[in-house]
C-alpha cells in the first residue's frame, strides 16, 4: 500500500518546475516535503494529488498507474495555507460535507464532526458560518474537514501557518497520530526546518525542484548527502567555509587548525568545504580545542531568548543563534569560536564527505 513516483518530472512553458523525482511513501508514513519558497512543494504535492499532469514518469497508487487518473476519483483531501470553506454552510456542515458525499450515516456524520471539532477547538463554533470566523479559526475548520475525510492520501501545504503558536504546537503532535492511526499517506509541506523535525517521520529535502534526499528526518537532519540539503535543513542557513587537508591537519582559515581524525584522516590532501550550523556559533571558547575566527558584526536581531548575529568572514557572509540578549556594538570586530566536532565537511562540488562527528555519536 504505497504512492510511488517514477521519474515524475514537471515542464511548463519550457521551465523546468521538478526535476525527474523517485520518491516511495509508504501507509500510515508522516513525509514532510521541506524547502525554500519556489523549491517546488506545491508542485510535487499536485502531482501526487492529480492536480497536475507529469510531463515524464508516472505515478502509482497501491500499484496502479493513476497517472492520468482524476483528481475526483482518488481518495485525496488537500488542506492549503490559504484557508478554502463553503461560506454559506456553518462550520458543521463544512466539516460534515465530505462524509456526507461518501454516504455516511448521520450517526457516523455526527460522531465524526465532534469528535474532530472538539480536537481542533471548533465545537463551540459549530453553528457559524465561516466569515464569521478569525483567520485561524477557518483554516481549523478546513483542517478538520481534511480529517474526517477518510481519504489514503493526506496533503496539507504549509497548513499551520495561520494558527497561534500554542495551537500549532498541539496539532502538529496531534495530526500525525490521527492520520498514522488511519493507515493513511500523510503528506507536509513546509519552509521551516524546525516544523519538520518537530513533526519526524521522513523528511524529503527539495532545492529548485529536485529532491536532494529523502529518508528519516533525524537522518537527514544529522547527516545531509550534500551541502544544497544541508542549507535547507537549517534556519538559519548552514554556514560555509573554505578548508583544506594537508598531512594530519585540516587547515582553516585565520591560520586555525585541528587534527584530521577518524574518518578525517584518510581524506586525500586538497581543498573542501566546512559547514557548520548557526546555533554553534559561540561567543565564548567553551573547549581548549574551539576553532577561533575574527569576524565583522554587521546586524544584530534579538528574539526575546536568542540573539541573531549576522557576521562577515573573509567575504563570506555567516550567521550565529547565541543564547541570551546581547549587547554587541555593530560594525565591530567580533571573535567568535567553533566547537570541530560540529563541523561538516564537503567536497568542493557540494558531496557530503564527512558527517559532524557530534552528529554520528547522536
Known amino acids: 500500500m504505497t504512492l510511488v513516483l517514477e521519474g515524475v518530472s514537471k515542464v511548463l512553458n519550457g521551465m523546468t518546475h521538478i526535476q525527474p523525482t523517485d520518491l516511495t511513501l509508504q501507509n500510515g508514513t508522516m513525509n514532510v516535503l521541506l524547502g525554500s519558497t519556489l523549491s517546488g512543494k506545491t508542485s510535487l504535492m499536485r502531482l501526487m494529488a492529480g492536480l497536475d499532469v507529469?510531463?515524464?514518469?508516472?505515478?502509482?497508487?497501491?500499484?496502479?498507474?493513476v497517472t492520468g487518473m482524476r483528481v475526483q476519483d482518488r481518495k485525496v483531501a488537500m488542506v492549503y495555507q490559504q484557508f478554502i470553506n463553503y461560506p454559506s454552510m456553518t462550520v458543521y456542515d463544512n466539516i460534515a460535507s465530505p462524509m456526507r458525499l461518501l454516504g455516511k450515516t448521520n450517526a457516523e456524520i455526527n460522531a465524526a464532526v465532534q469528535k474532530t471539532a472538539d480536537l481542533m477547538q471548533l465545537t463551540p463554533l459549530?453553528?457559524?458560518?465561516?466569515?464569521?470566523?478569525?483567520?485561524?479559526?477557518?483554516?481549523?475548520?478546513?483542517?478538520?474537514?481534511?480529517?474526517?475525510?477518510?481519504?489514503?492520501?493526506?496533503?496539507?501545504?504549509e497548513p499551520l501557518a495561520n494558527l497561534d503558536y500554542k495551537l500549532r504546537e498541539e496539532l502538529r503532535a496531534e495530526i500525525p497520530k490521527i492520520f498514522e492511526e488511519a493507515g493513511s499517506i500523510f503528506v507536509y509541506a513546509t519552509t521551516e526546518p524546525e516544523e519538520a523535525l518537530l513533526l519526524?517521520?521522513?523528511?524529503?529535502?527539495?532545492?529548485?525542484?529536485?529532491?536532494?534526499?529523502?529518508?528519516?528526518?533525524?537522518?537527514?537532519?544529522?547527516?545531509?548527502?550534500?551541502?544544497?540539503?544541508?542549507?535547507?535543513?537549517?534556519?538559519?542557513?548552514?554556514?560555509?567555509?573554505?578548508?583544506?587537508?594537508?598531512?594530519t591537519k585540516l587547515l582553516f582559515g585565520d591560520g586555525?587548525?585541528?587534527?584530521?581524525?577518524?574518518?578525517?584522516?584518510?581524506?586525500?590532501?586538497?581543498?573542501?568545504v566546512a559547514g557548520f550550523r548557526p546555533?554553534?556559533?559561540?561567543?565564548?571558547?567553551?573547549?581548549?580545542?574551539?576553532?577561533?575566527?575574527?569576524?565583522?558584526?554587521?546586524?544584530?536581531?534579538?528574539?526575546g531568548s536568542e540573539t541573531f548575529v549576522h557576521l562577515t568572514h573573509q567575504g563570506e557572509r555567516w550567521v550565529g543563534l547565541i543564547h541570551g540578549v546581547r549587547d554587541l556594538e555593530l560594525g565591530s570586530a567580533l571573535t567568535v569560536y567553533l566547537d570541530p566536532s560540529h563541523v561538516y565537511i564537503f567536497a568542493e562540488d557540494g558531496g557530503l564527505v564527512a558527517p559532524a562527528s557530534y552528529a554520528l555519536a547522536a
Open 54 to 65: 507529469p510531463t515524464t514518469g508516472r505515478i502509482l497508487w497501491h500499484g496502479e498507474d
Open 126 to 157: 459549530l453553528d457559524r458560518k465561516p466569515l464569521e470566523l478569525s483567520g485561524g479559526q477557518q483554516q481549523r475548520c478546513a483542517l478538520a474537514r481534511a480529517l474526517v475525510k477518510d481519504a489514503g492520501l493526506v496533503l496539507l501545504d
Open 200 to 247: 519526524g517521520g521522513n523528511t524529503a529535502t527539495l532545492w529548485e525542484g529536485r529532491v536532494t534526499q529523502f529518508g528519516l528526518t533525524p537522518s537527514v537532519y544529522r547527516k545531509p548527502v550534500d551541502a544544497k540539503t544541508a542549507r535547507v535543513f537549517s534556519d538559519p542557513p548552514m554556514n560555509f567555509l573554505q578548508i583544506s587537508k594537508a598531512g
Open 256 to 272: 586555525q587548525s585541528t587534527a584530521a581524525t577518524g574518518a578525517l584522516a584518510e581524506l586525500a590532501d586538497g581543498r573542501y
Open 279 to 303: 546555533n554553534h556559533v559561540k561567543l565564548e571558547q567553551k573547549r581548549d580545542n574551539a576553532l577561533k575566527f575574527n569576524a565583522h558584526l554587521n546586524v544584530t536581531e534579538i528574539t
